[in-house]
T-cell receptor
Framework: DAKTTQPNSMESNEEEPVHLPCNHS???????IHWYRQLPSQGPEYVIH???SNVNNRMASLAIAEDRKSSTLILHRATLRDAAVYYC????????????????FGKGTKLSVIP | NAGVTQTPKFQVLKTGQSMTLQCAQD?????MSWYRQDPGMGLRLIHY???????DQGEVPNGYNVSRSTTEDFPLRLLSAAPSQTSVYFC?????????FGPGTRLTVT
């Protein structure tokens, strides 16, 4: 199975940018790169996704390496509400037909934001 | 919209008991799935469904059954609970790239 590797933890000062790295050296051509975050005692929340090109949305930016073996989630200005576990995930199609897929979660990076 | 709802929030079972974890969504999503999350770990896929009447196994399906008779509901059944099934269970739905997760059910099997 394709897997991702992330640092166990990172710290950031409030209102500073944060770059969360992820390695996915075994990614296949049909795997999308997704990022979710999970606050304590809550379900994961979608952040952003991409395939080959860099992506921006209201929450974050996603920078994908040209060879697709790594990516970086960028939070432009960290706030205390951004403190969470961030998961870099590969969305892998499943054999059972169109529309079926699996999100393969790793252990994630626990982001702490310092006031 | 309520989004994805799960009941119960907490449950304690004895080994060998059976129970059903409920999951419902009001977004008319075709794709629904169940994950389990063990302490300090990421989520692992148990079962998923691409629409009413269609289900399939994920990474860790043993000991669990699912059915999908309506678009809205996707219950997860534990047939004979074991201590190894102590975990937090999340249901999710999607219609596209973004998955919406429920708040989770924390299950303890003694």
């Amino acid at each position: 199975d394709a897997k991702t590797t992330q640092p166990n933890s990172m710290e950031s000062n409030e209102e500073e940018p944060v770059h969360l790295p992820c390695n996915h050296s075994t990614i296949s051509g049909t795997d999308y790169i997704h990022w979710y975050r999970q606050l304590p005692s809550q379900g994961p929340e979608y952040v952003i996704h991409g395939l080959t090109s860099n992506v921006n949305n209201r929450m974050a930016s996603l920078a994908i390496a040209e060879d697709r073996k790594s990516s970086t989630l960028i939070l432009h200005r960290a706030t205390l509400r951004d403190a969470a576990v961030y998961y870099c995930i590969l969305r892998t199609p499943l054999w059972s037909g169109a529309g079926s897929y699996q999100l393969t979660f790793g252990k994630g990076t626990k982001l702490s934001v310092i006031p | 919209n309520a989004g994805v709802t799960q009941t119960p929030k907490f449950q304690v079972l004895k080994t060998g008991q059976s129970m059903t974890l409920q999951c419902a969504q009001d977004m008319n999503h075709e794709y629904m799935s169940w994950y389990r999350q063990d302490p300090g770990m990421g989520l692992r896929l148990i079962h998923y469904s691409v629409g009413a009447g269609i289900t399939d196994q994920g990474e860790v399906p043993n000991g669990y059954n699912v059915s999908r008779s309506t678009t809205e509901d996707f219950p997860l059944r534990l047939l004979s609970a074991a201590p190894s099934q102590t975990s937090v269970y999340f249901c999710a739905s999607s219609q596209g790239f973004e998955q919406y997760f429920g708040p989770g059910t924390r299950l303890t099997v003694t």
